[in-house]
């Protein structure tokens, strides 16, 4: 399965499950793609995620603040740097990510479902050669993983 997290969070009205995305529901349409962003990396000072998000440094400090005070980050001054804050995942953060996960992967097995298995791969090259082929036409390069 392609991972379609961000894809998810963005589309609540897909009817996987009302409780699924309530259980993650945000304030905010940065807030899912900053922890997923988060989520990928074992630390990460803010500027990272200014450029992997396509966000201005104050906006992604503000998301960074909100998410800590909701448990699912940890903020701490860098070792290596004591101007920067390395940002992490929580437990709870975590399990947040894993039942967006859960939601994901029902969502997507439901959307192409009508597909054959070959046609499901095809589907997918293809989408992920227009998102490779019109990469750098976003604010934030999209890292294919």
């Known amino acids: 399965m392609v991972r379609v997290t961000t894809f998810v969070a963005a589309c609540p009205g897909n009817n996987t499950d009302a409780n699924d995305y309530r259980a993650v529901r945000?304030?905010?349409?940065?807030?899912?793609?900053?922890?997923?962003?988060?989520?990928?990396?074992?630390?990460?000072?803010?500027?990272?995620?200014?450029t992997e998000l396509g966000l201005d440094r104050s906006n992604a400090a503000n998301i960074v603040d909100r998410l800590t005070k909701r448990g699912l980050l940890r903020q701490k001054v860098s070792a290596a740097d004591q101007r920067k804050k390395e940002i992490t995942i929580t437990k709870?953060?975590?399990?947040i990510m894993d039942q967006l996960e859960g939601c994901a992967q029902r969502f997507q097995r439901k959307l192409l479902g009508p597909l054959t298995d070959s046609e499901r791969e095809v589907f997918i090259d293809l989408l992920t050669r227009l998102v490779q082929g019109n990469n750098h036409l976003g604010r934030a390069l999209l890292r294919m993983t």
């Open 26 to 50: 945000s304030d905010s349409r940065a807030e899912l793609p900053t922890i997923c962003a988060i989520c990928r990396k074992v630390s990460s000072p803010v500027i990272t995620l200014t």
């Open 92 to 95: 709870a953060g975590e399990k």
